[in-house]
Structure formats: structure tokens, C-alpha cells
């Protein structure tokens, strides 16, 4: 019963390709993230969703396209990969003002390698 | 421009001895602060977080101390434990968008 679950979790792909990375939170919540590890182990937020409404849009390249269909799904879809959009990448999710008391639910990462 | 530093990017502790872990951040709207652990290949999970009304917040062998003149915090674990060892993340929040901040993170490593 994974709270928030994401698919892949290891993708490897060539430069050029375009991937998806998928999110699903069972938790209820009204609110989904995607956040960026990068090599240097900095956790920077990239895009937040309220009730399917994006709220969020940080500094990302436009290659960068979140979709959410509904309020439990928020995927992530690149373009033209980059090497340089080597990285972690973590889906997570939080309700309301709750996460002032207890924080986002992070799913477990999906480690893509552009090679 | 990282708002939330964590300066020590390492810790070594004995098993039954305190492990304080450090933050500090620039943005003065910053009301919210917040502790995750990680484990490799997972993602954060949620310790123990303070609001900026406190100076303190108790949880358990887990405590965090909030200095707001000195935009410092910092974490107590009392008394660390093998299971301890993980990253420690402080993260940071001050808007309506509920927006975290984190630093780099801390590798605690607690030994026997």
C-alpha cells in the first residue's frame, strides 16, 4: 500500500528521447510536487499542482511538461533529454495546511540517466 | 540561490551519544522548518518540523531547537542509534503556496 508510488523507478535513455515519468498518491491529498535531486544532493522544486491547477512552475525548461489528470496524479513528461537532466527526481504529495505540521510524502525517486 | 544551508555535509557519532545536525537560512519570511531523513533509494520521510512561534520542539529522542535572530536550527537526536544513520535534510517554508526549501542534507553515520 505505497502512499505515494513512482513508475520508473530507474529509467536510462539516450540523449534526444522523449520520457514520462509517472506518479499516483492514494493518500487523498490535494496537492502533488515534483522535485529534482541533482549530483550536488540539492532537493529543488520544479512544479506543484492544487486540485489539478498548477501553482508552482520554477525556473525548469520549457522541455518539462506536467500533467495532471486528476488531484491523485501528477506525471512528468521530458523532452528532448539532456544530459545534463541527469538526476533524481521525486513525486510528492501533501494536504493543505497539514503540511506545515507534517510535510510532503515523498515517493521513493525514479534515477534517470540520459546517456 | 539556496535559501536553507546545511554546512556540514558529514557526521560520525557513537552509538548512544547526542547527534546535533545544523541549518541555517536567509529568508527572513520563512515561518515553517521542517526535518526529513533519508535512506538510499528512498525519498525523504518527515521527522519533526517547528513553527517560528517556538524555540523548541520535542519529539521522542528528537528535538529542534529554532534561534530566529540568528536564522539558525538545529537537531538533536538523544541517544543515536544505528538505525539513525540516514540523511538529514532541513527544509524551510514561508508562503501560501506551502513551497519547501531544503539544503543539501547531512550524512549522519552512528557507529557501534
Known amino acids: 500500500d505505497t502512499a505515494v508510488s513512482q513508475t520508473p523507478k530507474y529509467l536510462v535513455t539516450q540523449m534526444g528521447n522523449d520520457k514520462s515519468i509517472k506518479c499516483e498518491q492514494n493518500?487523498?491529498?490535494?496537492?502533488m510536487y515534483w522535485y529534482k535531486q541533482d549530483s550536488k544532493k540539492f532537493l529543488k522544486i520544479m512544479f506543484s499542482y492544487n486540485n489539478k491547477e498548477l501553482i508552482i512552475n520554477e525556473t525548469v525548461p520549457n522541455r518539462f511538461s506536467p500533467k495532471s489528470p486528476d488531484k491523485a496524479h501528477l506525471n512528468l513528461h521530458i523532452n528532448s533529454l539532456e544530459l545534463g537532466d541527469s538526476a533524481v527526481y521525486f513525486c510528492?504529495?501533501?494536504?493543505?495546511?497539514?503540511?506545515?505540521?507534517?510535510?510532503?510524502?515523498f515517493g521513493s525517486g525514479t534515477r534517470l540517466t540520459v546517456v | 540561490d539556496q535559501q536553507v544551508k546545511q554546512n556540514s555535509p558529514s557526521l560520525s557519532v557513537q552509538e548512544g551519544r547526542i547527534s546535533i545536525l545544523n541549518c541555517d537560512y536567509t529568508?527572513?519570511?520563512?515561518?515553517?522548518f521542517l526535518w526529513y531523513k533519508k535512506y538510499p533509494a528512498e525519498g525523504p520521510t518527515f521527522l519533526i518540523s517547528i513553527s517560528s512561534i517556538k524555540d523548541k520542539n520535542e519529539d521522542g529522542r528528537f528535538t529542534v531547537f529554532l534561534n530566529k535572530s540568528a536564522k539558525h536550527l538545529s537537531l538533536h537526536i538523544v541517544p543515536s542509534q544505528p538505525g539513525d544513520s540516514a540523511v538529514y535534510f532541513c527544509a524551510a517554508s514561508g508562503g501560501a503556496d506551502y513551497k519547501l526549501s531544503f539544503g543539501a542534507g547531512t550524512t549522519v553515520t552512528v557507529r557501534a
Open positions: 510528492a504529495s501533501s494536504q493543505g495546511q497539514a503540511v506545515i505540521l507534517r510535510g510532503y510524502t
Open positions: 493518500l487523498g491529498h490535494d496537492t
Open positions: 529568508n527572513s519570511m520563512f515561518d515553517y
